[in-house]
């Protein structure tokens, strides 16, 4: 994770984000899409896009023109594009925290941390009064060379984990059959509306992502269910268009076509919607809810502070006040963004061992057409 510093608009407190974002070059589109920014998904949707087609319509172009001999330019290209990925990583964070302050987030009143790294990293300009305070100068110059600390070790321990990459995909299959009988649902509250109570789900959907548009269906939102449909209509399209091209193999049988690019295109845009609509759902259900006049109940601490952590509700005045309530709450938040974690960890744990599995058999059919 890189830098968190905590910014305010009307009573909503939410992350902005300073340093190096080893999300980014991991997790591409779903870092932020997970931010709910999409001006930013848009940007990573297009270089994702660029990294998926621009090879294979490279290689398809080699191929028409019989040019078999430049077939490494296709991997000198594709390095180049993970350098882009490493690119990016050192342009997010800045760019989408920078887009925070000129949106009218602020700093926390008191809050030195935030206003440290901020002003270190040359987000924000010392004032007057801070430059001519030796004192406060130090205590941020202390605070910056700490969070630069920080930020080396991560990258110790980055090359780290590489380097123990097996291993730790062994631990995490032991780990997910663990967990994964409490990971499968997101992190419900309660609400209540004269007299009637109702889930409100916030966080990612891993039901949407499994489920698609039974989701909807099962909570009775019938114009969702109808949105949902459609474009689960598109993807059985998208898989008749592979099942099709691959069935006729129109790589090595047919005069090789551009065409051949477009279930691609589409793949890589139905995923990256499909990721963005899981991160979404849950919060455009949940806040339709509490427009609806839904409200959370009373002496419900964990539900408020669910709500007002991932910036459903803002915090009210008493409740900035009030530190106790503050650690409770944020106690609260803690818990359920582990929860969440620990469900990130079981679905990669499950996607590398499908492509395992995938690559186990691909191999193994390989080697019995050669025999």
Excluded at 283 to 301: H, I, Q, V
């Amino acid at each position: 994770m890189a830098i968190k510093v905590k910014l305010e608009k009307d009573g909503f407190i939410k992350d902005g984000f300073v340093g190096y974002s080893w999300t980014s070059l991991f997790f591409n589109v779903w870092v932020p899409a997970s931010r709910l920014d999409f001006d930013g998904f848009i940007i990573f949707f297009i270089v994702y896009l660029i990294e998926t087609i621009l090879p294979a319509f490279i290689m398809i172009t080699l191929i028409r023109t019989q040019n078999i001999n430049n077939f490494s330019s296709v991997s000198i290209l594709q390095f180049s594009l993970y350098i882009v990925n490493v690119i990016v990583g050192f342009w997010y964070n800045k760019y989408y925290t920078q887009k925070m302050l000129k949106n009218g987030w602020k700093l926390l009143e008191n809050d030195d941390y935030s206003s440290a790294i901020l002003k270190g990293y040359r987000y924000l300009d010392y004032t007057e009064a801070e430059i001519s305070d030796n004192n406060k100068m130090q205590e941020y110059s202390e605070i910056i060379a700490e969070a630069k600390r920080k930020e080396r070790k991560k990258l110790i321990y980055f090359l780290l984990a590489l380097g123990l990459i097996i291993c730790l995909i062994v631990c995490l299959a032991i780990y997910f059959k663990k967990i994964w009988k409490e990971s499968i649902m997101s992190v419900k509250v309660k609400l209540e509306k004269n007299g009637y109570i109702k889930n409100g789900f916030t966080g990612f959907s891993w039901t949407t992502i499994f489920f698609g548009f039974w989701v909807p269906l099962f909570r009775l939102k019938l114009k969702d269910f109808l949105m949902f449909f459609i474009f689960f209509g598109f993807k059985i399209f998208t898989f008749y268009l592979s099942f099709r091209q691959a069935s006729e193999n129109i790589y090595f049988q047919f005069p090789t076509s551009y065409t051949a690019l477009i279930p691609s295109i589409l793949f890589v845009a139905i995923f990256s919607a499909e990721i963005w609509i899981a991160y979404y759902y849950n919060k455009y259900y949940t806040e339709n809810l509490l427009a609806d006049g839904f409200c959370t109940m009373d002496g419900d601490e964990y539900s408020a502070a669910i709500l007002k952590n991932y910036t459903y509700l803002p915090y009210t005045d008493e409740e900035i006040a009030d530190t106790d309530k503050i650690e409770r709450y944020l106690n609260f938040a803690e818990q359920a963004r582990k929860t969440e974690r620990s469900k990130v960890i079981a679905f990669f744990v499950i996607l590398i061992i499908f492509y395992i599995i995938i690559f186990i058999i691909v191999i193994s059919t390989v080697n019995r057409y050669l025999q």
